[in-house]
């Protein structure tokens, strides 16, 4: 067994940090600043028309059709209980691949593909707000502000159970 092995088995903590850079697709959501893979993007786009889907869940904002594949699009800000996006701004997509197929997150902006050290790497914090805990795996501390990186699977596993 290697000492990468040990060290990393010994470190339950560091789950989703490995002893290497982590790569992330960065977006914002109201005053809020996100990651999530980069492995796990499938594309950014535009806002798209949607179909809304009677009787769905409130953060199902509808269905967009993503060059005849159909797409669910989750609304982030009110899977992260927070306030409504403001009149005339409108979203764009964030469509990542889960067990299920692609799934559109609908966010405010589309932020850079962020490379960041394992050792800035730290556990949700106690004080955050628990919907959006639950969704969150940890936090990057970056120079001026926090990345969350977001649990895109555990998103949209609830999004079908609400």
Do not use: H, W
């Amino acid at each position: 067994m290697s000492d990468m092995t040990i060290r990393d088995a010994s470190n339950p903590r560091r789950e989703t940090a490995s002893d290497q850079s982590q790569q992330y697709s960065t977006f914002f959501v109201d005053n809020l600043f996100f990651g999530i893979q980069v492995l796990k993007v499938q594309e950014v786009l535009r806002y798209l028309e949607m179909t809304s889907v009677p009787l769905a869940p409130d953060v199902i904002e509808g269905l967009i059709n993503l060059r005849g594949q159909i797409v669910t699009a989750v609304d982030m800000r009110r899977r992260l209980s927070l306030p409504k996006r403001g009149e005339g701004q409108t979203p764009m997509n964030m469509v990542v691949r889960s067990e299920e197929g692609a799934v559109s997150l609908l966010v405010d902006e589309i932020g850079d593909v962020l490379e960041v050290p394992p050792e800035s790497y730290e556990p949700p914090p106690d004080n955050m707000p628990r919907e959006q805990r639950e969704l969150i795996e940890g936090v990057y501390k970056l120079e001026g502000r926090l990345l969350l990186v977001l649990n895109a699977e555990r998103v949209l596993q609830t999004q079908v159970c609400n």
